[in-house]
């Protein structure tokens, strides 16, 4: 029998790599300051390198077929993890605290058919069963756990055999092979990864779920995100009670698609017409709002811009932007005041797109610039129209992706007017009824219809 040494290596907070000596600045990431010690025992990382898996042949893989995703019994869910989550599949559930991410995967595990492990390290059994009640949620095969040594929940996996276990959190467990605190880095570096290995070498789902720093990333080393197979954030503003689950990182689909959420006593509950969510406040007798279908993955949401613009103060006037790029505003304020003669220069200005979404979509800008405008010279606007098109440097209005879809989710909210690409409407105008469809090739020939 080998005696249980301890080889020790320095491990950096920032990157999570790993390095034999100490340095000031980590030479893999070039951080100042981020490492630390980190023990590994000897016998561990023997087995690491000895027992080789088998390979396997890529054509037996290929005759076994696509393999099945299971469902979470969550449409939202599954469409933000591409059709339910794969089996093998280690997945990451970050948010900010009280966000709703125990609710969320509290309620995922019911679907399961085999067994499921909840391992809630953070609360205790009889918490975690209060709040199961509450969301009415029941099941036979589920199991609860609140050991948090990750020791301890391989041996439950292996008793359980579950077909995903969900650890809540990544922060709260820790391995007793090393003397550091859960929430170290070492302590979320050597879980995550004895996490990862379960998951590929038994083929079952696991979640684990992260707490998130002030600055928005998931606490713990970076490296954390590249172990995984797929990084979820679940969002959403305080003042509001929809929440927004997006992917970050998916290696086995897109990461376009939005899954929204509203948080209610029995939990979270599916939003299947986002569009009246985003609408539901909006006010008909203030200027600065425009109307803009966006498409999210594979459907379309209506999104209200909202702009105020004011008299600067002081020197520089402000710019601030919620939701849409702000190198993109600054662009389309040069091409208001250049092409369009409307003074920005002495202007603070604010654009929000309300409901916490963020859009990315060239095709906003024709209802930014509308938003910008209608506030700055403090007219109203009509209130059943939407707007599309990307906007060029010489104020031109360019052509966009799927417009039919988007002009189909105006008309079902009960919108009247479409204003658009000239380019776009000649395509598709033979198929559009009972809505106005106004084809323009330029911001100028858009404000005429408008103001
Ligand atoms: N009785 C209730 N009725 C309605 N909503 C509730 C109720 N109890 C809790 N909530 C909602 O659930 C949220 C907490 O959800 P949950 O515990 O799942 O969040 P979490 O992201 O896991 O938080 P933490 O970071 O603390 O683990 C609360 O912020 C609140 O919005
Ligand atoms: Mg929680
Ligand atoms: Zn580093």
Not at 65 to 84: A, K
Not at 393 to 403: A, D, K, N, P, Q
Request: contains cysteine; glycine residues 10%; neutral net charge.
């Amino acid at each position: 029998m080998s005696k249980l040494k301890s080889k020790t290596v320095y491990l950096c907070s920032a990157c999570g790599n790993d390095h034999p000596k100490w340095f000031g600045q980590c030479p893999s990431c070039k951080e100042w300051g981020t490492l630390s010690e980190y023990k590994v025992s000897k016998n561990r990382a023997k087995g690491d390198y000895g027992q080789a898996r088998e390979t396997q042949k890529l054509e037996d893989i290929l005759i076994g077929g696509e393999v099945e995703r299971i469902p979470t019994g969550i449409s939202e869910m599954d469409r933000v993890l591409g059709g339910g989550i794969l089996p093998g599949s280690l997945v990451l559930l970050g948010g900010n605290p009280g966000i709703g991410k125990s609710t969320l995967a509290l309620q995922i595990l019911p679907a399961f058919q085999k067994p499921a492990l909840y391992v809630s390290a953070e609360e205790s059994e009889s918490q975690v069963g209060l709040r199961a009640r509450r969301l009415e949620v029941q099941s036979n095969t589920l199991h609860l756990s609140s050991e948090n040594r990750i020791e301890g929940i391989l041996d439950q996996i292996s008793l359980i055999k579950p077909e995903l276990v969900v650890v809540d959190s990544i922060q709260t467990i820790f391995s007793s092979e090393l003397d550091s605190l859960p929430g170290s880095t070492s302590q979320i570096r050597e879980c995550g990864q004895q996490l990862l290995q379960l998951t590929k070498q038994l083929n079952i789902a696991v979640i684990i779920i992260g707490h998130v720093t002030k600055e928005g990333i998931i606490a713990g080393p970076k490296m954390l995100e590249h172990m995984v197979d797929t990084v979820l954030y679940l969002e959403g503003d305080e003042r509001h009670d929809h929440r927004i689950l997006r992917s970050a990182k998916n290696r086995f689909g897109t990461t376009n698609e939005l899954g929204i959420f509203q948080m209610k006593t029995n939990g979270l509950v599916q939003v299947d017409n986002p569009s009246e969510l985003f609408l539901a406040e909006r006010q008909n007798d203030i200027t600065g709002s425009t109307i803009f279908p966006s498409l999210e993955g594979s459907r379309p949401i209506l999104v209200e811009v909202q702009a105020l613009v004011s008299n600067a103060n002081f020197g520089t006037p402000q710019r601030n932007v919620n939701g849409f790029d702000f190198k993109r505003l600054a662009m389309l304020l040069a091409v208001l005041e250049k092409r369009l003669g409307t003074n920005m220069g002495t202007k603070d200005v604010f654009v929000n797109l309300v409901g916490g979404l963020k859009v990315d979509d060239p095709a906003a800008d024709l209802a930014v610039i509308t938003a910008v405008a209608s506030a700055a010279r403090d007219q109203l606007l009509s209130n059943s129209v939407v707007l599309i098109g990307e906007i060029g440097l010489g104020g031109e209005v360019r052509s966009v992706s799927r417009l039919e879809t988007r002009i189909n989710e105006a008309k079902s909210l009960g919108f009247k007017t479409v204003i658009a690409p000239a380019a776009n409407v000649k395509r598709i105008s033979k198929h559009v009824k009972r809505i106005k469809v106004s084809g323009i090739s330029s911001v100028g020939e858009a404000f005429q219809i408008l103001f």
